[in-house]
């Protein structure tokens, strides 16, 4: 393969133009307060055109558009702009799970988690744990894409193996798996969130029953399907195409140093584990003792004052957010206890700082995408554009199966251009959950099918947030390789995920199993 070569075949020119597309879009913030005054537009233009729709959550309720420019209106705009940034789903549940991820992260835990797992595997065996890992470090938000494809890529050197391959499984695991995992995390919680909003505008009842875990038993069952396809593609199509790899002579970044630097852990590192470990052991015992005993708290009484015997529709099951928090900040302190890290309260206090400093994009972009979801939801317009785009698939007879690979190849298109998982489902949730949940499709499945999309095509996107990186840690090994060459690399994982990926869906769907905890298929309305 030639690196250094510009390609003008059909291919590379269609990278060109999603790359020059996409850098004309505007910023994610910019966006949505395009999408906002948009949303106010439409809404006077609709209302004083009469539309309106037959509520499908309501017999006999007639919907009409809301004017929010008329004085009645834009009094709302102005009222509402707080309520509308403080009380956007997401905001507040990403913001406490990343209080304890963040803690867990910056004492060193996650790094030494994923090095020690990534070490402690057969070499027969390590492109497989590569993948694995990086599917199971979305746990930890975007840790996974600083630490494993630079680890990856001095395993490989350090085994005499193309690095760029080992890069190329790690990077295909976390940003091609993000969506997958054994564990739940802040995107589930930020995900399901945007997805409630989404089916309040049709049945506000069942948002409120939805839960963090409304995807847990295929994401978890995902990540065994895409360990085996990401550990084929690796071995048997891209690490093959890259050939032979051969070290510059003068080993100016001193690869072979680093490559036999990562070959063990650190005594501190492994003690720190090791406790951490316990931690956690204890910790989970102690949340157990809440929710597993007939009487326990957390399963809080049924109508009738007695206690559940379900956990399901419990208070467990509501506080999973801050109990997912804890279960990573207790663990980080003992780490960082341990390998001196964390040295007293301060430091866990700076951490938890840095890292509500490194959300402040998050933060502004809540704040717009805040105004345009209120917009939505009190202009009407989101069950005006349920009612008619369920009405116009009906009468193109795109249901079933059919509807929901379309649906995913739209999203797949669109993540070329929108890199942001958050960025993208606050923008189309409104619009295709009440949608499909109009046709029969519940909001749990709707979001699954976003989630194999948007993580299958991640990894030969662009204007995906952490390809540059990728590709300077690339440069490291190859100093000519470019956006071209790296998405030549992710192309067949990205075809490889998808495909199999969109199979199991389909499978999933047909024989009519839950996506998660009382999630099911089919809307039941």
């Known amino acids: 393969m030639e690196n250094g070569k510009k390609n003008h075949g059909f291919f590379q020119k269609f ?86 991820i963040g803690v867990a992260e910056r004492s060193g835990l996650i790094g030494a988690v994923l090095k020690g797992f990534v070490l402690s595997i057969p070499k027969s065996l390590i492109t497989g744990g590569l993948v694995f890992a990086g599917i199971m470090s979305s746990v930890a938000s975007d840790a996974g894409y600083v ?3 630079p680890l990856g890529a001095l395993l490989y050197l350090a085994l005499g193996r193309h690095p760029l391959a080992g890069l190329a499984a790690a990077f295909a695991g976390v940003s091609g798996g993000f969506s997958a995992n054994l564990l739940l995390s802040g995107t589930d919680v930020m995900l399901m969130e945007l997805s409630a909003a989404g089916a309040a505008v049709i049945d506000p009842a069942y948002a409120e029953s939805m839960n963090v875990a409304f995807n847990w038993y295929f994401i978890a069952t995902s990540v065994f399907l895409l360990t085996l396809v990401g550990w084929f593609v690796s071995d048997k199509i891209v690490e093959p195409r890259l050939g032979a790899f051969k070290l510059d002579e003068n080993d100016e970044n001193n690869t072979l140093a680093d490559a036999e630097e990562i070959q063990t852990l650190r005594p501190i590192e492994k003690k720190g584990m090791v406790w951490a470990g316990v931690s956690i052991v204890v910790s989970l015992i102690l949340a157990s003792l809440l929710v597993v005993l007939p009487n326990s708290p957390m399963r809080g009484p049924d109508e009738a004052g007695n206690y559940m015997d379900t ?122 959950v009440p949608i499909l949940m109009q046709l029969g499709y519940s909001p749990e499945l709707t979001t699954m099918a976003y989630r194999v999309a948007d993580s299958s095509t991640n990894i030969i996107t662009p204007l995906m947030t952490y390809f540059a990186i990728i590709i300077a840690f690339a440069q490291k090994y190859d100093k000519n390789i470019g956006i071209g060459t790296l998405i030549s690399v992710m192309l067949p994982y990205s075809i490889c995920f998808f495909i199999f990926w969109m199979i199991m869906l389909v499978i999933w769907t047909l024989l009519g199993l839950p996506l998660g905890p009382d999630s099911p298929i089919h809307y039941p309305g």
Do not use: C
Not at 27 to 46: D, E, G, R, Y
Not at 342 to 350: M, T, W
Not at 361 to 367: D, E, H, K, P, S
């Open 311 to 432: 956990i399901i529709q419990s208070p467990f099951m509501s506080s999973l957010v801050p109990i997912i928090a804890i279960l990573f900040l207790i663990p980080g302190i003992v780490y960082g206890m341990v390998t001196k890290s964390i040295k007293n309260d301060k430091d866990v206090a700076n951490q938890m700082s840095d890292t509500m400093a490194s959300m402040g994009m998050f933060i502004v972009l809540a704040f717009a995408a805040g105004q345009f979801v209120a917009y939505f939801t009190e202009s009407n317009l989101g069950i005006v554009i349920g009612v008619y785009g369920a009405q116009i698939l009906d009468s193109l007879q795109l249901t079933g199966i059919p509807l929901i690979i379309g649906f995913m190849l739209v999203t797949a298109f669109i993540n070329l251009f929108i890199g942001s998982a958050s960025a993208k489902w606050a923008l189309m949730a409104p619009i295709f």
């Open 147 to 149: 630490v494993l494809p």
């Open 15 to 100: 990278l060109d133009f999603v790359e020059w597309l996409g850098n004309k879009l505007p910023h994610p913030v910019t966006l949505f307060a395009i999408l906002a005054i948009l949303t106010l537009v439409a809404s006077a233009i609709f209302s004083m055109s009469g539309v309106t729709v037959e509520h499908p959550g309501e017999d006999n309720e007639t919907v009409a558009v809301t004017n929010l420019l008329n004085a009645e209106g834009i009094s709302y705009i102005f009222e509402s702009m707080t309520d509308n940034f403080i009380n956007f789903a997401p905001l507040g549940v990403v913001l406490v799970t990343m209080l304890g």
